[in-house]
Structure formats: structure tokens, C-alpha cells
């Protein structure tokens, strides 16, 4: 690379890789690979699925860099392209999700039931407890459909605006709205599903122990 690369302007960088220089290629990779890869991460817990889906987004993004315009930041370009290659990769016959997630232990249930007990679910307040809420919801995440996991990524984990995540997918910002009160309104079904069974399956398995 260059001596001094690290110092060229984002635009400038986009506009020689897109002409097939490497190098400024290279430095982009360098620069937002962190991003890329946390944005992958979101949507997938393997290593070697997020690995895949990190290199497809450069990939594309290479392809795609006489489309970048320069309005917004780089950074902001790529997001939307990982988000897009992710979703696309969940879409495909080989990424759905299977819609069935293992009971929680009894951890899981006894605060999930404290916290729907309550209208809102309230900040964390210990380690432990975010360890759990994190696993959980990562898990009944993991269940929805791609459109469903994608926008609640992208706004309840991501914090991102309306405005970015119409930016990052292509949808009005109407749809990011109406997508994402339907999402977390199945998100909800899902978790009050899980906690059913959970509590059926805990009280069986224990009913079960009872005899010996």
C-alpha cells in the first residue's frame, strides 16, 4: 500500500477502488472491516457465517463502489450493503431460521416472567441479568423472519433512526414503521410462547424428578 494511504479521504479512496486499485481497496477493508463485521455478527451467531457474509459485503461493495455517490459517509454505504447481503443470505433457502427455539432454563423464565409482569421492559440493572436478557433475546431473535430480524436489529439493536434504516435497506420510511411495530408485536408473541412452554417443560421435568 501506498505510503500516506491511511490519510486519503474517504471519497478518494472510493473513487480509486472503484477504478480497481487494491490498495485503496485494501484501506477501506482496513478502516470499516470492524463495522462490517459487527453488522454481520447481528444476524449471525457462527463465526464462519458472519466470516461469509463480511466477505460477500466487500465483495459486493467492490463491485458496487461507481455507485457511491459520496452523499453520505462510507461507512453509512457499507452498513447498508451488509445489511442487505445478510438479509439476502437469510432469505435463501440455506439461512432460514428454523422457527423453533429450545425452552429457557429457569433463569430465563424467572426473569422473563418478572419483566412481563411488568408493561415495559425496564434497564437491566446487573451483569448476570444482562448476560441473560442478551442470550435471550439473541436466541427468540434468531426465530423470526428476515424482514421481522432485520429491522429489529437494525432500530432496537442497532439504535438506529427510521431515517437510517430506510437509508440502509430501501424502504419508505413508512415501511420501517409499519415493519417494525409488526415485528416486535411477533417478537412479543414469541417470547409469551416460549415462556409457556418453558414453564410447562420446568414443571414436568421437575413433576418428573419428584419419584426418585
Known amino acids: ?25 485494501a484501506e477501506i477493508v482496513r478502516r470499516f472491516s470492524p463495522r462490517v463485521f459487527r453488522v454481520a455478527s447481528r444476524f449471525f451467531r457462527q463465526r464462519e457465517l458472519v466470516e461469509e457474509a463480511a466477505q460477500e459485503a466487500f465483495l459486493k461493495a467492490f463491485v458496487q463502489l461507481k455507485n457511491y455517490e459520496g452523499r453520505g459517509s462510507l461507512e453509512g454505504w457499507l452498513t447498508r450493503v451488509t445489511t442487505n447481503t445478510c438479509l439476502n443470505l437469510l432469505r435463501s433457502a440455506k ?22 409482569s411488568n408493561k415495559a421492559f425496564e434497564k437491566l440493572r446487573s451483569d448476570e441479568q444482562k448476560m441473560v436478557a442478551a442470550d435471550l433475546v439473541d436466541r427468540v431473535i434468531g426465530t423470526l423472519k428476515p424482514d421481522d430480524r432485520l429491522v429489529l436489529i437494525l432500530m432496537d439493536g442497532e439504535e438506529n433512526s427510521v431515517k437510517d434504516v430506510a437509508e440502509m435497506t430501501g424502504w419508505t420510511e413508512s415501511k420501517v414503521k409499519v415493519q417494525a411495530f409488526r415485528a416486535r408485536g411477533r417478537m412479543r408473541k414469541a417470547v409469551l410462547e416460549l415462556l409457556e412452554r418453558s414453564k410447562n417443560y420446568i414443571q414436568g421435568t421437575v413433576a418428573g424428578e419428584k419419584p426418585r
Open 1 to 25: 500500500m501506498p505510503e500516506g494511504y491511511t490519510e486519503v479521504s474517504e471519497i478518494e479512496l472510493a473513487k480509486n477502488a472503484a477504478t480497481g486499485d487494491e490498495a485503496a481497496f
Open 95 to 116: 439461512r432460514q431460521p428454523q422457527y423453533e427455539v429450545s425452552p429457557m432454563t429457569e433463569n430465563e423464565a424467572e426473569w422473563l416472567e418478572d419483566q412481563m
